[in-house]
């Protein structure tokens, strides 16, 4: 098992404790931080970032290892030291790469469903790509490459790292003294994931405050500006897959529609947001013009809506270990093939959220591709017991009976 799957194993349950703690200590102060479906969809976003990379899916454009074989001009021998100057440099080129995330428009996708939510809390934090599949961030290591750090103290600093992140996505720590000036705080973050004028594109560190002072992009928390979270062109879904693509759907439409060819290629490369002049007047989009005036995305759910969404979830967090505990036991086709059938399954449920009758294609699809992945583990002579089939194959039967009950009984319909 690799050492991201075992990081992985130990951090999920101690997210899911925080979480608790936090929704626990909220309801004792009387503040409202978490929306059952928003929480649903956080979570099961970080389900797909996690399975995916636990799959290891995706290019990497150049890999660390070969800049080291390449570029090493002095190597640093003492490991405490090696180990320091990784984690700088991991800070360091999380920043610019983060940067670049909200500077460019087609990097904008890569980020775009962690900004997504409209509230802010702990599980949000989990709401993690799985549209940034070709990786460039090594050119940001090149530093450490320089000096010969090793690749494998990467391979175990880069997910202590990403989980370091989560702490700070939390409305109830206010501002932390001292530590303001050298941390990145839920002070400093809330900034971060501000949608108000004066807060946007502000505070991009990750770990250490001194990038952001260090190169004009620092933003104080203002006690006269409350923060209002979300983005700016809303994302009006709770399905995470969607929210992946969104704004890559909607470069491509404007591509096409674009009368001047130089429009078609430079929209891809330009600032965050921007859009060619005919197309921009023709084909308006939703845009929030004052956050003050923001109306939160919520779809009416019944109870029973929301308590199988949960239980649908709970599965799906399942199934992504069993995923893990499956790499190496069954050929890696069969593993996406399974990954597939998970997002699926999580776009259904999300999908049901959203009162979207798509909810009802993506059983039926859930369904005839967990019956051919359970046809092909049986063709590769993949041992699963006559109970655990029968089990299996009940549970798709049920799971789409109940997700079209739901749909036509339980739901405020909307439109594709």
């Known amino acids: 098992m690799n050492t991201y799957i075992?990081?992985?194993?130990?951090?999920?349950p101690i997210f899911i404790i925080l979480?608790?703690?936090?929704?626990?200590?909220?309801?004792?102060?009387?503040?409202?931080?978490?929306?059952?479906?928003?929480?649903?969809?956080?979570?099961?976003?970080?389900?797909?970032?996690?399975?995916?990379d636990g799959i290891?899916?995706?290019?990497?454009?150049?890999?660390?290892?070969?800049?080291?074989?390449?570029?090493?001009?002095?190597?640093?021998?003492?490991?405490?030291?090696?180990?320091?100057?990784?984690?700088?440099?991991?800070?360091?080129?999380?920043?610019?790469?983060?940067?670049?995330?909200?500077?460019?428009n087609i990097f904008w996708n890569r980020h775009i469903i962690h900004h997504s939510s409209e509230e802010y809390n702990l599980s949000?934090?989990?709401?993690?790509?799985?549209?940034?599949?070709?990786?460039?961030?090594?050119?940001?290591?090149?530093?450490?490459?320089?000096?010969?750090?090793?690749?494998?103290?990467?391979?175990?600093?880069?997910p202590i790292?990403?989980?370091?992140?989560?702490?700070?996505?939390?409305?109830?720590?206010?501002?932390?003294?001292?530590?303001?000036?050298i941390l990145v705080t839920p002070s400093h973050h809330r900034v971060h994931h501000a949608i108000n004028r004066e807060y946007i594109d502000k505070n991009y560190s990750q770990i250490f405050i001194i990038w952001d002072k260090l190169f004009g992009t620092f933003q104080p928390e203002e006690k006269s500006i409350p923060?209002?979270?979300?983005?700016?062109?809303?994302?009006?879904?709770?399905?995470?897959?969607?929210?992946n693509f969104k704004h890559l759907c909607q470069i491509l439409k404007d591509a096409y529609h674009a009368n001047n060819f130089v429009d078609k290629i430079r929209i891809w490369f330009m600032p965050l947001g921007w859009r060619p002049n005919d197309v921009k007047d023709e084909f308006l989009l939703e845009t929030t013009e004052n956050?003050?005036?923001?109306?939160?995305?919520?779809?009416?759910?019944?109870?029973?809506?929301?308590?199988?969404?949960?239980?649908?979830?709970?599965?799906?967090?399942?199934?992504?270990f069993i995923i893990f505990y499956s790499v190496g036991e069954i050929s890696l086709l069969i593993i996406n093939l399974i990954g597939g059938v998970l997002l699926l399954h999580i776009m259904s449920y999300t999908f049901l959220l959203d009162n979207n009758k798509l909810a009802m294609v993506m059983e039926l699809l859930k369904f005839i591709s967990g019956c051919f992945v359970l046809f092909l583990l049986h063709q590769n002579d993949f041992f699963i017991s006559n109970i655990i089939y029968v089990l299996i194959i009940s549970y798709l039967i049920v799971s789409m009976g109940i997700t079209i009950y739901l749909f036509n009984n339980q739901t405020t319909h909307q439109p594709i």
């Open 227 to 243: 923060p209002v979270y979300g983005i700016l062109r809303p994302a009006h879904t709770w399905n995470p897959v969607i929210i």
């Open 6 to 12: 075992i990081a992985v194993s130990i951090a999920i």
């Open 161 to 181: 790292h990403l989980f370091m992140q989560f702490w700070y996505h939390t409305r109830l720590i206010d501002k932390m003294g001292l530590l303001e000036n």
């Open 56 to 104: 290891g899916f995706g290019l990497v454009l150049i890999s660390y290892a070969w800049l080291v074989d390449h570029l090493t001009i002095i190597k640093v021998e003492p490991v405490w030291l090696a180990v320091i100057i990784a984690f700088v440099v991991e800070d360091f080129a999380g920043y610019w790469i983060h940067r670049l995330n909200h500077s460019v």
């Open 291 to 320: 956050p003050y005036l923001q109306k939160k995305y919520a779809p009416k759910n019944s109870n029973f809506q929301l308590g199988w969404s949960w239980i649908q979830f709970s599965l799906a967090g399942i199934f992504m």
């Open 124 to 158: 949000c934090a989990l709401r993690q790509s799985i549209s940034n599949n070709l990786k460039f961030g090594a050119f940001f290591f090149i530093p450490a490459a320089l000096l010969g750090i090793p690749p494998y103290l990467f391979a175990i600093i880069s």
């Open 19 to 52: 979480i608790g703690i936090e929704a626990f200590v909220a309801s004792k102060r009387g503040l409202q931080i978490n929306h059952p479906a928003d929480m649903i969809s956080s979570l099961s976003s970080g389900i797909t970032n996690t399975t995916r």
